[in-house]
């Protein structure tokens, strides 16, 4: 298997301190990019879409949980007994711990699915997932985002009892969030994914195989 080339250590910090000024620039072009994120207008949302939980029936406007901002995440639904496999990478790399942190920063979460909540229970007992995963089946909410029978990440903002929606992403969007991406991205054999610009002989299989 072909491997980096070796070099003295100073030809290597040369190196290193020349990729440090890309990331720098990238780091201040994603500062500005968030900036404008901050900036984007929003659309007021129903809230009135009602949920099934394993606690039972609960609205959009529920789901915040008295805080200001909602994340949710909208989780495909490949039919009885069949998972997304991103969608489930996506779901393993968000850590329970993470939500209190989101918590204290008046930001609630909620993943969301219009697989049947049987079948959800399921999964996340499979998987052993504890975040709040309720089923939209029998709504409009997905169509409504414009997810349809895709996933997508979508951001609210309440206002008293009205509900706006801010940002939303989904495809490649989505993929840079998953924390085992964001690590392996800096590792010499990269995620190993046969999409990905890497030298010819570095291990790469398909994405999901």
């Known amino acids: 298997m072909t491997k980096p080339p070796v070099v003295s250590p100073e030809e290597w910090q040369l190196a290193r301190e020349d990729l440090l000024k890309a990331e720098k620039e990238l780091t201040r072009a994603e500062d500005a990019l968030a900036a404008r ?13 009602v949920f099934e939980g ?24 490949n039919g009885p007994g069949h998972f997304c496999p991103g969608c489930t990478k996506f779901t393993d790399s968000v850590p329970p711990t993470a ?28 998987r052993g997932w504890t975040l709040p995963f309720l089923s939209s089946k029998g ?3 997905a169509d409504d985002c414009g997810a349809g029978g895709g996933f997508m990440l979508s951001v609210f903002l309440r206002d008293g009892d009205r509900v706006y929606r801010t940002y939303s992403t989904t ?13 392996l991205d800096l590792t010499p054999w990269g995620r190993q994914e046969d ?3 890497s030298p010819e002989g570095w291990p790469q299989y398909p994405t999901y195989g």
């Open 37 to 49: 994120r901050r900036r984007l207008p929003m659309v007021e949302f129903r809230a009135d879409y």
């Open 195 to 197: 999409w990905e610009d």
């Open 139 to 141: 709504t409009t909410f």
């Open 99 to 126: 939500l209190p942190s989101l918590a204290a920063k008046g930001v609630s979460w909620a993943t969301i699915s219009n697989m049947p909540l049987e079948q959800i229970e399921g999964y996340k007992a499979e």
């Open 171 to 183: 495809a490649r969007g989505v993929d840079r969030l998953v924390f085992t991406h964001s690590y």
């Open 54 to 77: 394993p606690d039972g029936p609960r609205t959009l406007l529920d789901l915040f949980e008295d805080r200001d901002q909602l994340i949710v995440y909208q989780f495909m639904d």
